[in-house]
């Protein structure tokens, strides 16, 4: 088990590089798997969500190995259609290889991923599109088991705009006989990176980013080099950490344009943002003025994963705000952790409704889960005196070298094994 002490009331100062997207690396590992081609997918973040689904790939029969910053898969000598139950519930998003193992194997095991800290993470959406595609779908003692003759394009009408099953959807489709439209489709950026990632492999995919996607199946794929796109999530946490810590702090590789909801909030706290080419520049006086209502919605609403970071900041600012999440159940674990430091905040039902507090004050807290974890470092930073956050294997899930990066800004941040 680790930690990080931190001790707060620095301002922060400095540049820091944005990595390349987990949520984008996640899916685009799924679908190397889909093709004989050799596949290298370049700046791939150094964190255990990307390093458990290179162990998957791995049990798989793929050779899926890091080289530097890269990561460089072969998937001609993959030979297991199932995904290794104790895997399957270290990575929940390991459920959008069924597309791949599918379109493979024309078979997939998987157990059910079941819920997580954030909520019941169902998968009836993955499961109805790849019907519709011609799978037959048994679930028996925990596990979902896949096969199909022949994958057949069809229209699927997704019930709400669900990222992963956009994702397993789009890749059991690339080599399917005939035409797949998805209607309803999931826009995230992330999305749109996978569509560029199957269609530099040889897939005919179209309308990423527009709710409708179209796929011409296609017979055979190839391999290719691929840079994903930048993080957004952990651009925005490091903005929302300038924010709440002050200072001024500058984003390289930032991808300014997928978070512009983030932004048009930070301006209205009374941050300065000005953005160049892909750097974002935010200058913030540290006392800042709250907004007053803040709703999660699918892309390109208010991120759910920035929920828990933007929450932090609004208990720190004047006046009072009111935060929605609407996409998961119970995406307010850290709330009683900021309690702890000293925050104004209750929730009932999906809203969390905060009055502001001059500062944090130093606390030991616990991170519950990945995004929650990184809005309690932010608060701990931000706080008076000395706090402690445990567990944070939560955070490195999906932040890599985070408290390199923080430390590079002037954050009183180190790692203590427990
Ligand atoms: C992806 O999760 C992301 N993960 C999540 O990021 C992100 O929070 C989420 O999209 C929303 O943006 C990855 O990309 C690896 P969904 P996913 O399916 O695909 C409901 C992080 O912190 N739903 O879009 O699981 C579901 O209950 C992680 O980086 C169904 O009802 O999210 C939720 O209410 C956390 N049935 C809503 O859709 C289904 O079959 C959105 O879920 C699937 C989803």
Known sequence: MEKYVINGGNK???????QSAKNSVLPILAAAVLTDGKVTITNVPHISDVRNMVKILTRLGCSAVFDGENIIIDSSSADCFEIPSGLAHELRSSVFLLGS????????????????????????????????????????NGYILCK????????????CPSVGATENIMLAAVKAEGTTVIKNAAREPEIEDLQKFLNAIGAKVLGAGSGTIVIEGVKTLGGTE?????????????????????????????GAENISSLLHKLRENGCNI???????????SRR????????????????????????????????????????????????????????????????????????FKGATVVAHDLRGGAALVLAALAAEGRSEVLDISHIDRGYGSFEH??????????????
């Open 288 to 359: 800042l003025t709250s907004v007053k209502s803040i709703e999660t919605q699918p892309y390109p609403g208010f991120p759910t994963d920035l929920q828990a970071q933007i929450t932090a900041l609004c208990c720190i600012c004047k006046g009072q705000s009111i935060i929605t999440e609407n996409l998961f159940e119970t995406r307010f674990k850290y709330v009683p952790e900021l309690r702890k430091m000293g925050a104004d905040i209750t929730v009932i039902d999906r809203s969390a409704f905060v009055r502001g507090v001059d500062r």
């Open 101 to 140: 193992l599918i379109s493979r194997f024309k078979m997939a095991k998987i157990a059910f991923p079941g819920g997580c800290d954030i909520g019941l993470r169902p998968v009836d959406l993955h499961l109805t599109g790849l019907k519709r595609l011609g799978v037959e779908i048994t679930e028996k």
């Open 226 to 254: 691929f840079q994903p796109i930048s993080d957004r999530i952990e651009a925005g946490t490091f903005l929302v950490a300038a924010a709440m810590c002050g200072g001024e702090v500058q984003l390289e590789c930032a």
């Open 148 to 159: 199909c003759e022949k994958l057949t394009g069809n229209e699927i009408m997704l019930d």
């Open 274 to 284: 000005h953005i160049k080419n892909d750097k974002i520049m935010l200058e913030s």
């Open 12 to 18: 922060l100062y400095g540049s820091v590089k944005i």
């Open 405 to 418: 990066k923080l430390r590079a800004i002037g954050g009183d941040i180190v790692r203590v094994v427990v």
